[in-house]
């Protein structure tokens, strides 16, 4: 088999072409990773096609290439932008309330494909909320990578004196760790580097023992990352790039140093106060014997001017330098401003280990380490924490020491033992030049991925397979040409009897490839059940609209849609309505099982109508509270946010599903049915219906039937399929 992959990652700017590794603090080492990983992914022979998908930016403190729709890579490979949350670049604690969006949007895109992806993997909390939803819309399998954990960042947080509050204020914690628990139950694979992820970092999680975790680690490009002395082989070639790129790195480190020809002691990362940069300089500000010994070279990411940087930037870079001047480390130490990830940071490396240098990664903790292994297959040796995934690579591939990062004089001791003894430089180096080929490539990660998906095809038996083809509604959403969509009470049914309901169902299910059966109804998901429970043949419906158009779902197991909720979640004030009409003359508040967060439903009294209605309009009006008000056989008033409304369901539909509004048939018999029998759709009145519907006798889009309930809207369907309204389909 062949696949379809689609990788979610929504956050930071991605691009592959110049990709601007290390510039903020959201493109930083997943963003490498993703996108070595949709290069690697390409080149197996196992995949047909795999896009990267993440957010469209059109922000004029960016590039343009982040506002392309499709940016191709090569044959099989693309990057694909879908807008959320508007154009402005957005730090990524700020994307989560526009997720839903970001999932709508992607199933549009998908309809235009004519391809559903075989998996949705997702990486860091944001993109697996997005292949979590979308693998549910198309009934496909769906990978995680974490990259880095809510609880153990709130857990650092907390330690540094942050109150839960602030924290969740400024991180949208909660919301993050939640979603992080619902991916380890939901998920067929979860991506780890090494087992001290799964041990260390998902062990604060509920829903740890319910997680498929798999080792799988990431690599890297050994025909970027090769070992310093390759260059001067016989037969070997720099490209002009590469040429260029060791002009300028030379040119940058050397501009700060006296003595340039020392040992480089190196440590790259982005400008994070946890990549422990501010403990490497005082071990070597603090040892007099190591400076003499050796140079220092921090590339802490991407800098123009320290004072428009992100507040927690400008603390670590304002930092370093006020260490390096505590120390006097002018002519010892280089702080370059910029690098670029592709072309220098190999370079970079290549420098530090023919100056017989060493590569200190003093984060602790690490889940995994990439720095490590690229300083490997560049052939220079490393000091690195002993706990995590640094401890597994560098015993792993016996390349260099492990200390406690924490500790200056261990550092500083470990740096003097390497650089003193040449014969353990040579060892480390060799050590850690063959064990990235061997282990630590793309091509390793890709055969082992293509192995996972493998396995997870073979687990499903023939049978599950076509059922799982089957039962992918999203496909059947985005393929069905034409949307059913009727009131549930007094249309097709009158409490316990359904006249003609059985008829029409069986009709439904014999069109089932072109028409989608939904319900559209006053009840909540609890009635609508009990209807269901109630009337077994209305189990062909495949989406429901409940709550007075406030709620949309999907299959009899009532699948949420997210988009819906965000949406007419604007300018709804629920409680602040409440408190308003809590003593308002000719209402009584409905029971709490008739209450929903998007509707307040009231009784209205004897001689409660359209003046009344008026009324209170008004008053909403003049305190500044936007409701819609639906008035049912002048028992029963409900409120709901102004964006919903059965008919406004319905355009969501339509939206979302990539369909006509004239491709839609709607029935109703009621006032509140109103809103989606009154635009362009294919509107049918059963002859039982309320008075409020009489004004609808004069639009050309309504068919009044001579019959009531069931009869009375399969006579209106035929009506429409015998008259060709129907938009043809394409």
């Known amino acids: 088999m062949k696949y379809y992959v689609q990788l979610f ?7 592959f072409k110049n990709a601007e590794i290390g510039r903020d603090k959201d493109t930083g080492g997943q963003v490498k990773y993703v996108l070595e990983l949709l290069e690697a992914l390409s080149l197996h022979p196992a995949i047909r096609k795999v896009d990267l998908v993440t957010r469209k930016i059109a922000d004029k403190r960016v590039s343009p290439a982040y506002a392309e729709d499709i940016e191709v890579v090569n044959e099989k490979a693309r990057i694909v932008r879908i807008q959320c949350g508007g154009l402005q670049y957005r730090e990524k604690e700020q994307l989560w309330n526009y997720l839903d969006e970001f999932v709508d949007k992607t199933i549009r895109f998908t309809e235009t494909q004519n391809d559903i992806p075989d998996i949705m993997h997702g990486h860091y909390a944001d993109g697996n909320y997005i292949a979590r939803e979308l693998s549910r819309v198309f009934n496909t399998r769906f990978i995680a990578t974490g990259h880095s954990l809510g609880r153990n960042k709130q857990d650092i947080l907390l330690k540094e004196g942050l109150t839960a509050e602030k924290i969740n204020a400024r991180f949208n914690m909660e919301k993050r760790i939640r979603e992080e628990e619902e991916t380890l139950k939901a998920a067929d694979a979860v991506i780890i580097s090494t087992r001290y992820e799964m041990d260390s970092q998902y062990r604060g999680y509920g829903n740890r023992h319910l997680a498929k975790f798999r080792v799988i680690p990431p690599g890297i490009n050994h025909t970027v990352f090769y070992p310093y002395y390759k260059a001067s082989m016989p037969g070997f ?134 720095t490590i292994v690229e300083a490997a297959a560049s052939g220079l040796p490393v000091v690195a924490s002993p706990t995590g995934g640094p401890k597994e690579i560098v015993e792993n ?129 609890a009635m609508t059940r009990k209807a269901l429970e109630d009337h077994p043949v209305l189990a062909a419906a495949a989406l429901f609209i409940c709550s007075v158009g406030t709620e949309i779902y999907y299959t009899q197991d009532f699948l949420p849609d997210r988009g819906w909720e965000k949406h007419i979640r604007f300018q709804w004030k629920r409680e602040k309505l409440k408190e308003l009409l809590n003593d308002y003359p000719g209402l009584t508040l409905q029971e709490d099982e008739a209450q929903t967060p998007f509707k307040l439903s009231y009784y209205v009294g004897a001689g409660f109508g359209d003046d009344q209605l008026a009324d209170l309009h008004h008053l909403l009006h003049s305190r500044q509270l936007r409701a819609r008000l639906f008035l049912t056989d002048n028992r029963h008033l409900d409120l709901v946010p102004p964006r919903a409304g059965k008919g406004k369901a319905l355009h969501y539909l339509a939206y979302k599903w990539k369909k006509d509004i004239r491709n839609f048939i709607v029935a109703g018999n009621g006032g509140n049915d109103l809103g989606m029998l009154g635009g362009r759709t294919n509107g049918i009145v059963v002859s039982n219906h309320s008075p409020e519907l009489e004004v609808l006798k004069e639009n050309p889009h309504v068919y009044f039937a001579s019959t009531p309930l069931a009869e009375g809207v399969m006579e209106g369907i035929h009506h429409y399929l015998h008259t060709g309204k129907l938009l043809p389909v394409k």
């Not at 929504?10 to 691009?15: K, V």
């Not at 910029?338 to 240098?357: L, Q, T």
């Open 9 to 15: 990652s929504p956050h930071g700017l991605i691009r």
């Open 397 to 525: 591939a016996r390349n260099g020491l492990l200390v406690n990062v924490d500790d200056p004089a261990g550092i500083s001791q470990a740096l003097k033992r390497v650089i003193s003894d040449h014969n353990t430089w040579d060892e480390y180096s060799k050590n850690g030049i063959i064990t990235s080929q061997e282990t630590y490539s793309w091509t390793a990660h890709a055969a082992r991925y293509i192995d996972l998906l493998d396995t997870l095809h073979k687990e499903e038996s023939t049978a599950a397979a076509q059922n799982r083809e089957n039962s992918a509604w999203g496909n059947r959403l985005l393929k069905t040409p034409v949307f059913f969509i009727s009131d549930l009470d007094g249309t097709l049914i009158e409490e316990k009897e359904a006249p003609a309901l059985a008829g029409l169902m069986n009709f439904l299910g014999e069109n089932r490839q072109k028409m989608i059966f939904g319900i559209s109804t006053g009840r909540n998901v």
């Open 237 to 370: 070639t720099m490209t002009t790039e590469e040429e260029l790129a060791l002009l300028r790195i030379n040119s940058e480190i050397e501009r700060f140093l006296f003595a340039p020809e020392k040992p480089l002691i190196l440590s790259i990362g982005r400008a994070d106060k946890r990549k422990n940069f501010e403990t490497i300089i005082t071990s070597y500000g603090r040892d007099k014997e190591l400076q003499t010994m050796a140079n220092l070279a921090i590339f802490a990411g991407v800098r123009k001017d320290i004072s428009v940087m992100p507040p927690d930037e400008q603390e670590t870079l304002t930092n370093l330098l006020l260490l390096m001047d505590k120390y006097d480390l002018y002519g010892k130490m280089a702080i370059p401003k910029k690098n670029d990830p592709f072309h220098e940071v190999p370079e970079i490396y290549r420098v530090a280990a023919r100056k017989k240098g060493v590569f200190v990664n003093a984060t602790p903790g690490e889940n995994f380490g990439l």
